[in-house]
């Protein structure tokens, strides 16, 4: 804009504020040849070129984060500044880096405007100061240093990175295989999280820190944070220096016990972040949770067989039985096997004579009664717990619990499913136990538990629908005295279950049963109640039993 004589009069008392003007003025003296001049900078710029912010405190009015600045050459000094939408000035923060290139603030901390709903008032605007080092003062007519011409932005960007993963089960324990749900566990109560920053933070440290986000369980308080039984879990490294790509990874090591425990991870660059920092995670869906697995080794009972009398050696074509197969005759199949050669082998019958039956061909191997040798007629069928809806139940299967579920998923391994001999019903408690230590191939893991479909308990027709010893991890379920009812088949499978984590009666004897303690979503009496009803559906747990249930020791 050229400016003719007397044009203008300067009035330096009513002089605009300095303030996020983008402006040059130049004067030059062309008639009389002079030298001209200007009030910026000739050679020096300086830009912003991000504004990020990586916390929005709305409950102190606060917004914090660092901002990107740009030289094209090495400056004196470097300031940016910050306006509200209203362009009152409302923070500086220091810039340490004077060198040409890009280069980080410090980060800074301001105070601006919110609306009743806790949005941030925008624009916010982010504005860049330099003024030029000596070398380039020495070119100017007065020897004087020039401030670059400002530039700025209002576009705010997050800085802060959601991590991976995001959510899902962390696993305290998989003590005995089938992998971790999440690719990045790879050992038990371990998982890398991994931040992108982008390439444009490459080389920037960052810090890491963990944090205990609020239950989400329908039964809990679901504003709480830090609320955790096994604490906030830790992490290691705490501060990393990102690579090229601008990424860096870190382990949060979990609880070792307390299945429900839930976790946010989160990362800022340069400084510490904060719990403001995690509640956007978690707000925006990031949140690993503590689940326990347990094994479940399935065995069922053959319908109809026997016990060998007698062993019965390689070779031999003739077998001696306890009792005899009713309705078995000539032509019939049998499975011979014993605790010691569980799949044993497939004969055929040629002749019966009571408890005698005669084969139609020698057999392969030696099955002895010290082993548990027995016959099972497959035609008959079996009797199974009906475990399939453990899941979805009272035991849930949504992996930050909203489903209101224990933290707990069931894994039943191809190798561990067996079939046992016929016990029409047991002669005693102890005839449980040796039966179980015979046939429970994994008696001696924890986190193990053996669940046996039979027939009667301890006396014929019997009169519990299941029994369960925690010290053995067993758990039989009497389908015979439970009758044709799934429902009812579930629902004592579940409850059954239950006892492996030292639930008795609603989690204890006292006061009676009849008492009726109601589950969690008070729409039944608790799963353990021996007055629940078993066949409208699987009754949830009430809260006692669930926080049980969360706490109990790993090694089950």
């Keep these: 804009m050229g400016l003719g004589a007397g044009s203008c009069v300067w009035e330096p008392a009513a002089a605009t504020p300095e303030g996020i003007y983008t402006y040059r003025i130049r004067a030059a003296h062309d008639e009389e040849g002079g030298c001209d001049d200007q009030d910026k900078s000739r050679w020096l710029t300086v830009d912003v070129e991000n ?17 990107r600045y740009g030289l094209n050459r090495a400056a004196a ?7 509200d939408h ?44 330099a003024d030029e080092c000596d070398a380039d003062a020495n070119e100017n007519r007065n020897r004087q240093p020039k401030p670059a011409l400002p530039r700025g932005t209002a576009s705010l960007d997050n800085v802060c990175p959601m991590p991976t993963p995001s959510q899902g089960k962390v696993l305290i324990s998989a003590k005995h295989g089938g992998g971790y749900p ?6 038990d109560r371990e998982i890398e999280i991994t931040f992108d920053y982008g390439p444009k933070f490459a080389g920037c440290s960052v810090c890491f820190a963990p944090f205990d986000p609020p239950d989400q369980s329908p039964y809990n308080d679901s504003d709480t944070w830090g609320d955790n039984v096994g604490g906030s879990g830790s992490v290691n490294p705490t501060t990393a220096v990102l690579d090229g790509n601008g990424r860096a990874s870190t382990v949060l090591t979990i609880t070792d016990r307390c299945a429900g425990d839930n976790y946010c991870v989160a990362s800022c660059p340069f400084v510490a972040p904060t719990e403001g920092m995690a509640r956007a995670l978690f707000a925006a869906g990031h949140n690993l949770v503590a689940w326990k697995r347990i094994y479940v080794e399935e065995a069922q009972m053959y319908r109809q067989g026997a016990d060998l009398a007698q062993s019965a050696a390689q070779g031999q074509t003739t077998l ?10 000539p032509g019939a199949m049998l499975h011979l096997f014993g605790a010691d050669n569980r799949d044993g082998e497939q004969v055929e019958v040629e002749t019966v004579n009571g408890a ?37 139940n009272a035991y849930g299967a949504a992996f930050d619990g909203v489903d209101g579920g224990t933290f707990v998923e069931f894994l039943r391994q191809p190798q561990a499913r067996s079939v046992v001999p016929l016990r029409p019903h047991f002669t005693s408690y102890d005839d ?15 986190n193990y538990v053996w669940l046996v479909g039979a027939k009667y308990d301890l006396a014929e027709p019997g009169q519990a629908y299941g029994m369960a010893h925690a010290g053995l991890n067993w758990c039989y379920v009497f389908v015979e005295q439970i009758g044709a009812a799934q429902i009812n088949n579930s629902d004592t499978t579940n409850h059954e279950i239950g006892h492996q984590f030292v639930l008795l009666d609603h ?3 006292f006061p009676d049963p009849a008492n009726g303690v109601r589950n969690h979503e008070d729409t039944d009496c608790c799963l353990m109640s021996y007055v629940r009803n078993r066949g409208d559906s699987v009754c949830e747990f009430c809260p006692g039993c669930l926080s049980d249930v969360r706490s109990e020791e790993d090694n089950l």
């Design 182 to 187: 999440l690719a990045e566990q790879t050992v």
């Design 356 to 392: 005698t039956v005669e084969l139609t061909a020698s057999i392969a191997h030696t099955y002895s009664t010290a082993s548990g040798a027995a016959v099972g007629v497959p035609n008959g069928g079996f009797y199974t717990a009906n475990r399939e809806l453990l899941a979805g």
């Design 86 to 129: 209203e362009l009152n000035e409302v923070g500086q923060v220091a810039c340490p880096e004077l060198s040409a290139g890009e280069h980080f603030s410090d980060v800074y901390d301001i105070t601006v405007p919110y609306d009743q709903n806790g949005n941030l008032i925008q624009p916010v605007y982010c504005v860049a100061f």
């Design 432 to 446: 449980m136990h040796d039966y179980c230590r015979q046939w429970f191939v994994n008696t001696n893991q924890t």
């Design 77 to 83: 000094q470097v300031q940016i500044k910050f306006y």
């Design 507 to 509: 989690d204890t004897n």
């Design 51 to 67: 504004f990020y912010w990586f916390e929005k405190d709305a409950e102190n009015g606060k917004l914090r984060g660092v901002v």
């Design 320 to 329: 001696v039985l306890q009792q005899a197969l009713g309705g078995v005759g």
